[in-house]
């Protein structure tokens, strides 16, 4: 099972990078959601998927599964979701200003400041 | 008493969540906020002097046992590096008023302000890996929000991909902290380190430590991934430089300086070979930055690389010497970037461009910046009364002890060249001709001046009083070099 949810945050890498190295903002936005995404479930399969009950105490319940990695987890997601909602609002802004989304439009001059 | 470890980090919290009540109050907001850090520094400079009567206070929040809960761990060193955080937020509190436009300060800069400095200071003291992403998440945020203050289109431009590096490196951090999280089951760091010496530091250990290199290194603009730093720390206001400028890289390298004497020290031949490799390439193209460009901000914000690559040559060269080089290096580095960038920030301010070639004569209508712009020149060269040179002498005799001369020559091959790119913003800007163009506003420079010189006056304390700062840096790199000591102190045995 391991392998197979390290296969996939592989892939969830591998297509994360891809979109990042693209010229239009909002595929660089997706390329970031996707590499965190990525990380998520890369901490979940490092805890081990063995099998076993929810980690909530319960009477005559021996087998938990790793409460640790669900925790960092969990903070990692509200992290990331609150610096992916500010980088969209700031794409939103810096396309308005400069009027474009493109990466290659949006070098800096030397001049400029 | 060993709530004192948590002070640092809650009294700038507290001050960011009662400063966001009043933003438009900007009398009433500033100097709120200067009383605030003057009464941080206070407390941070008390709990300097605890901790060195008394030894590291381990903090164990919410009284869960060390690997179970989170740990706070004021040693000298964090302490030590979070006063200097707090003084240069003393300075940039006094000066931010001068600088920032009113607007700028209506719209939270001081919430932002005092996150920063709590994220920072919190980096510095944390025990813990994950808590220490958090921590870096927390500045990072408030430094997003920093640099976007004020919303030109350049600041826009030039933040979306500083926040784009920033979060791809927490991913990968994340990442890391799962592996390692994997391998040795725990958090911790000084049960991470136990653990590491109980194998001996496998292969698969060694990815890791170079993993988490790749993630502070990112952060600290070490040699292959410095591109982001320049431009992104030029775009905001001159306060923000400074703070940026003096601390988001220093976390960076003081990460690196805690996981590589903590935690992955089995494998030196080759981990810290390639430090020493990174540390030369760093010191060249920091330097080559600096010299290329003729915009007096960017010559300074490309000075922060080869500042980070002396930093890497004590840790490097792994000896006692060599850390504590470091150390002094580190804390005199934050201060004078601080300054620098307060100085440049005037200079531009009031002679209305940082374009090197239209500044000249400045000197004539600002004697008092011109003389401070020279010694602060002085310090970050290393001339001898001054801090810098103490902390050079100990990071080459720690270079020549472990027989490593190439990187010794680098190194002051570069210091050389460091003052050549800084002397030119003096000897081109400030002397020659008086331009005519130039009204002199003495009334605006004065506030300028004071923040200046209180970081000047620290710099200048730090080198000409070396003798009194000695002993505790070199029990520093004591410290350091005994990895057993944090180890016993955080898990109790």
């Excluded at chain 1, 081990?48 to 640790?68: F, H």
């Excluded at chain 2, 600088?99 to 300060?105: A, C, G």
């Amino acid at each position: 099972m391991e392998i197979i949810t390290s296969i996939l945050a592989g892939v969830l890498f591998t297509t994360g990078i891809y979109n990042l190295l693209q010229k239009q903002l909002l595929r660089i936005i997706i390329g970031t959601a996707l590499i965190s995404h990525g990380a998520h479930l890369f901490i979940l399969t490092m805890g081990e998927l063995k099998q076993g009950a929810p980690p909530i105490l319960e009477e005559g319940l021996s087998n938990y599964t790793d409460p640790l990695p669900q925790a960092l987890i969990l903070t990692s997601i509200v992290i990331s979701f609150g610096v992916t909602s500010l980088l969209l609002v700031l794409a939103y802004r810096a396309s308005k200003e400069n009027g474009t989304d493109n990466m290659d439009q949006l070098r800096g001059n030397e001049n400029d400041y | 008493m060993t709530n004192l470890a948590v002070l640092p980090i809650v009294i700038p919290l507290l001050a960011a969540i009662i400063a966001s009540f009043f933003p438009k109050k900007l009398r009433v907001v500033r100097i709120f906020t200067q009383v605030m850090m003057v009464i941080n520094v206070l407390v941070t400079a008390g709990a300097l002097w605890y901790v060195q009567q008394n030894g590291t206070v381990v903090l164990e929040a919410g009284d869960w046992m060390a690997p179970f809960g989170i740990v706070l761990v004021a040693d000298m060193l964090s302490i030590s590096l979070v006063l200097t955080t707090n003084i240069i937020g003393v300075a940039c509190a006094f000066y931010a008023p001068k600088s920032l436009s009113q607007k700028q300060e209506e719209f939270y800069f001081y919430t932002f302000f005092f996150l920063l400095i709590t994220g920072v200071s919190g980096a510095f003291i944390t025990g813990d890996l994950f808590n220490l992403f958090v921590f870096f998440e927390v500045l990072l945020m408030a430094s997003y929000g920093l640099i976007v203050l004020g919303g030109e289109k350049i600041q826009l431009r030039e933040s979306i991909k500083y926040v784009l590096i920033n979060l791809f490196s927490s991913m990968l951090f994340v990442t890391t902290v799962a592996f390692l999280y994997s391998v040795v089951g725990t958090v911790n760091m000084a049960q991470i380190a136990e653990r590491v010496g109980e194998v001996e530091q496998k292969g698969i250990l060694t990815t890791i430590g170079m993993l988490l290199f790749f993630v502070f290194a990112t952060k600290a603009a070490l040699f292959p991934l410095y591109y982001w730093l320049p431009k992104s720390y030029i775009v905001p206001n001159p306060v923000v430089s400074a703070l940026f400028g003096a601390l988001l890289t220093k976390v960076g390298i003081y990460s690196i300086i805690r996981v590589f004497t903590l935690i992955f020290v089995y494998e030196t031949s080759f981990t810290h070979d390639l430090f020493i490799w990174i540390a030369g390439l760093s010191l060249i193209f920091g330097v080559i930055g600096a010299l290329s460009t003729n915009n007096i901000k960017l010559i300074i914000a490309y000075n922060i690389i080869p500042a980070i690559g002396f930093i890497l040559i004590g840790i490097g060269v792994f000896n006692e010497t060599g850390f504590s080089g470091s150390v002094f290096y580190l804390v005199h580095d934050m201060i004078i970037k601080a300054a620098l960038f307060l100085l440049v920030g005037a200079v531009a301010y009031l002679a209305g461009t940082s374009d090197l070639r239209k500044i000249h004569g400045f000197i004539h209508y600002y004697p008092g910046l011109g003389w401070m712009f020279f010694i602060a020149c002085f310090i970050l060269a290393g001339i001898p009364p001054f801090s810098g040179f103490i902390g050079k002498l100990l990071l080459l005799k720690g270079a020549f002890e472990e027989g490593e001369i190439a990187i010794a020559i680098i190194g002051l091959g570069s210091s050389l060249l460091i003052l050549l790119s800084v002397m030119r913003i003096f000897i081109r800007g400030f002397w020659g001709e008086k331009d005519p163009n130039i009204r002199p506003n003495r009334r605006v420079a004065r506030g300028f001046v004071f923040p200046v010189a209180l970081l000047l006056f620290f710099n200048v304390l730090l080198g000409v009083g070396a003798e009194w700062f000695y002993p505790s840096i070199e029990s520093i790199g004591e410290y350091l070099m005994n990895p057993e000591i944090y180890m016993d102190t955080v898990l109790k045995e």
